[in-house]
Antibody, heavy 122, light 107 residues
Framework: QVQLQESGPGLVKPSETLSLTCSVS????????WSWIRQPPGKGLEWIGY???????NNNPSLKSRVTISLDKSKNQVSLKLRSVTAADTAVYYC????????????????WGQGTLVTVSS | DIQMTQSPSTLSASVGDTVTITCRAS??????LAWYQQKPGKAPKVLIY???SLESGVPSRFSGSGSGTEFTLTISSLQPDDFATYYC?????????FGGGTKVEIK
């Protein structure tokens, strides 16, 4: 059974870069989409972006060019970098595996990691 | 972007009730829609995909329907474990979007 575990600093200063890692166990990164989704405290879900195992990426236009998602196949890890953060980036960050097969794009998400809270504050 | 609007935002119900949550898309998304359940402090869990397909292991009291722009999630005979927040997600577009959520509370 595939399990995902996010890790990284819980506190990031404004204007700096948020860096998170998602470790995948019980399965390979190959053959799937890998996505990051966030949830501000008390609010709804926001998709950040994904990377396909082939290297294809797609990011939420609202985050513009601040996002980089990468895969380390040798370590079975997915990484997220979000640059120039502000307080509005404070959220629980989830990594999730994207299902595909019915359409030529990332479909629904399962499983998810437990999430990690990142607070942006000086 | 495709906007997803859920209603109601909060729903109060009793154990044994049948509840329906609606999700409307700002443009047609065929049946490319998933539903999730999220409990406090936990990650979302997929219940339904392709609008009406039940994810393996999900109780049959959960059902989904709809196509185009209007979709519903129905929970028949609400159980104590079902009090949670529910989200819809469209994946018709490469830029996937979620609805704002519906919290199902105990009446």
């Amino acid at each position: 059974q595939v399990q995902l575990q996010e890790s990284g600093p819980g506190l990031v200063k404004p204007s700096e870069t948020l860096s998170l890692t998602c470790s995948v166990s019980g399965g390979s990164i190959n053959g799937y989409y890998w996505s990051w989704i966030r949830q501000p405290p008390g609010k709804g879900l926001e998709w950040i972006g994904y990377m396909y195992h082939s290297g294809t990426t797609n990011n939420n236009p609202s985050l513009k060019s601040r996002v980089t998602i990468s895969l380390d196949k040798s370590k079975n890890q997915v990484s997220l970098k979000l640059r120039s953060v502000t307080a509005a980036d404070t959220a629980v960050y989830y990594c999730a595996r994207g299902h595909w097969g019915m359409t030529p794009r990332c479909e629904w998400f399962d499983p998810w990691g437990q999430g990690t809270l990142v607070t942006v504050s000086s | 972007d495709i906007q997803m609007t859920q209603s109601p935002s909060t729903l109060s119900a009793s154990v044994g009730d049948t509840v329906t949550i609606t999700c409307r898309a700002s443009q047609t998304i065929s049946t490319w829609l998933a539903w999730y359940q999220q409990k406090p402090g936990k990650a979302p869990k997929v219940l339904i995909y392709k609008a009406s397909s039940l994810e393996s292991g999900v109780p049959s009291r959960f059902s989904g329907s709809g196509s185009g722009t209007e979709f519903t999630l129905t929970i028949s005979s609400l159980q104590p474990d079902d009090f949670a927040t529910y989200y819809c997600q469209q994946y018709n577009s490469p830029f996937t979007t979620f609805g704002g959520g519906t919290k199902v509370e105990i009446k």
